[in-house]
């Protein structure tokens, strides 16, 4: 019964919707999926409904197992039904301004020394509404970001400005300084502890080179986490533009010089996982009173080649610290002959040698895809993500996700 009258009131929210806007793209999948050992078929329906430059996507997705019926856990709080809008947006992302509401992923904020690569996700009982705002001109712009909309939790901000803009000296003129600031005002989610994590920062950019086909940029931020220690940075990066066939090419290396209790880019990708270990009770600001001072090399790359293969690696490594690597990378594969897509990412903390890539313990978050198109309108897909929980007993149980779907998109 629960199962008939959400899918009718949806639908008939989905073809209300269309009705008064204009019904760009409708999507659907049919498939299964294991969470925890347990089997669930899935029904899922994403129409994208468009109005100008607002676009609102919904993700109606219902998880049925054979014993309970529709997966409780996906219904039994109110902040879940949040769910069900996969995105709301204003703008697109080249524009002056640009607004999205709904997931966050691989979410960078400056030149990443306070929030790098950060995404909302990690739960997959808890699916976070968050906001990303942006807006630019020659002179001034900013943003800022929520990781959830629904309660406090991580939010930041930034601004820029270029103050020498008005002058006709070409270099200096595009000389850019910028505020960040970011704060986790309760990691804990309770208001009756006080374990907030307040991180500000300045930083300054000056291009060398405008291209194309080539930029050089020089660069250095300074941040400091309230109460705790600070860290600043000098680096250099580029943009290599279209060359030899491979296109819009980005580089960055830096050298980070970090004091005593700073951890650069502190909002990273495994910030939802280490935010609050419910078993220990403690989250990532007490591991802040450990670190020690130190000096890093940092390096960033990104590129497209021949407009089929997408890559971005960054890798930072202290000093003199063993163990001390952390990986981030992400790469896709499309328009590949034969109708086949690949998606594939990797973070890893806690780096020496290649052997430490394949240690499973908290310090590794993987996910795959991997496609088939199986006519013009319908592909095969199937999504593998794997993280680790650590027990009680300081033994990791590995929580995996498999899931095979049958996408189906119509644009009108």
């Given at each position: ?14 073809l209300?919707?269309?009705a ?19 089997v ?8 994208e409904?468009?109005l100008?430059?607002l676009?609102?996507?919904l ?5 049925m197992?054979?014993?309970e019926?529709?997966?409780?856990a ?12 996969r ?10 301004l640009?607004?999205?509401a ?16 950060y ?15 942006r ?31 008005s ?9 850019r300084?910028g ?7 309760d ?19 000056l ?12 660069y250095?931020?300074h ?17 290599l533009?279209?060359f030899?066939g491979v ?9 980070r ?41 940092y390096?960033?790359?990104?590129g ?23 990986l981030?990378f ?29 240690d499973?313990d908290?310090?590794t ?18 999504l ?5 929980e ?5 033994s ?17």
């Amino acid at each position: 019964m629960m199962a008939s009258r959400l899918m009718q009131a949806l639908l008939a929210l989905a073809l209300f919707s269309s009705a008064s806007w204009g019904l760009e793209v409708i999507g659907g999948e049919l498939g299964a999926t294991i969470i925890d050992d347990k089997v669930y078929w899935v029904v899922r329906f994403q129409p994208e409904l468009i109005l100008g430059k607002l676009g609102v996507g919904l993700d109606i997705e219902l998880l049925m197992g054979e014993e309970e019926g529709i997966r409780d856990a996906d219904w039994d709080e109110d902040h879940k039904w949040i769910r069900l809008i996969r995105y709301v947006r204003y703008g697109y992302p080249e524009g002056i301004l640009y607004a999205r509401a709904g997931a966050l992923d691989d979410l960078t904020i400056g030149h990443g020394f306070i929030v790098n690569h950060y995404k909302n996700w990690y739960d997959e009982d808890y699916q976070r509404l968050g906001l990303h705002l942006r807006g630019n001109s020659n002179v001034l712009g900013g943003a800022c970001f929520s990781s959830n909309l629904a309660m406090w939790e991580v939010v930041g901000a930034r601004v820029w400005m270029a103050p020498l803009g008005s002058l006709s000296m070409p270099l200096i003129r595009c000389l850019r300084l910028g505020g960040t600031a970011a704060v986790d005002l309760d990691p804990d989610n309770d208001w009756d502890t006080s374990d907030e994590i307040r991180i500000a920062g300045v930083d300054a950019e000056l291009p060398l080179l405008a291209g194309p086909p080539i930029g050089l940029y020089l660069y250095a931020d300074h941040a400091h986490i309230l109460d705790y220690g600070s860290g600043q940075a000098v680096g250099v990066g580029s943009n290599l533009g279209r060359f030899a066939g491979v296109s819009d090419i980005q580089a960055r290396l830096e050298r980070r010089f970090l004091g005593d209790a700073f951890i650069p880019a502190y909002f990273d990708a495994f910030y939802g996982l280490q935010r609050y270990d419910p078993s220990t009770g403690l989250n990532k600001k007490a591991l802040l009173d450990s670190v020690e001072s130190g000096r890093a090399v940092y390096g960033e790359l990104r590129g497209t080649i021949l407009g089929v293969v997408t890559v971005m690696g960054g890798y930072q490594y202290i000093d003199e610290r063993p163990h001390s690597g952390v990986l981030h990378f992400d790469g896709t594969l499309e328009g590949f002959p034969g109708g086949i897509s690949f998606r594939a990412s990797l973070d890893k903390t806690g780096i020496e040698k290649a052997s430490d890539l394949f240690d499973e313990d908290e310090s590794t978050l993987m996910e795959a895809e991997m496609g088939y198109r199986l006519n013009v309108y319908t592909m095969l897909y199937v999504l593998y993500r794997k993280t680790f929980e650590r027990q009680e007993d300081g033994s990791y149980r590995a929580v995996e996700v498999i899931k095979p779907r049958l996408a189906i998109s119509m644009e009108f």
